[in-house]
């Protein structure tokens, strides 16, 4: 299973934005013998009553890029995705009633600190 998913990942590495139809094909082809590999492995578990993984794949979502010959490295929405669960963490640690504005001003604050050790790096290298 995991070296599967290595060698699709290997072909995303070396592809460009958009997969030509034969990195699409083998990209495919890893990407099918990985699922079906990790769900071989579930079912194993499950039929011992283990839970061996405490995660949440997102295995239907990876079925997608079967749909497209775009390359997942290069085109993806990952980072939104953390964006938005990070923004939660921070709106259920507000109060209910002044949830909205507390957790824009947190998020806010948060940016600003980022965004001020970068500023911070690039000052030091100029130096």
């Known amino acids: 299973m995991f070296k599967c998913f290595v060698d699709a990942d ?3 590495r070396k592809a460009g934005r958009h997969f030509t139809r034969k990195e699409h094909a083998l990209f495919c082809f890893y990407l099918e013998k990985a699922l079906v590999s990790y769900n071989a492995l579930a079912q194993e578990a499950a039929a011992q009553g283990k839970r061996t993984w405490n995660l949440l794949p997102k295995h239907h979502a990876v079925t997608h890029y079967f749909d497209t010959k775009i390359n997942p490295r290069r085109i993806s929405c990952y980072q939104d995705e953390d964006m938005v669960g990070r923004v ?7 109060h209910g009633s002044s949830a909205p504005q507390r957790s824009l001003q947190r998020y806010a604050i948060i940016a600003c600190l980022r965004w001020w050790a970068v500023l911070l790096k690039e000052r030091l290298s100029l130096k």
Do not use: H, P, Q, T
């Not at 939660?88 to 507000?94: D, E, N, P």
């Open 10 to 12: 290997r072909i995303c």
């Open 88 to 94: 939660k963490k921070i709106y259920v640690a507000c």
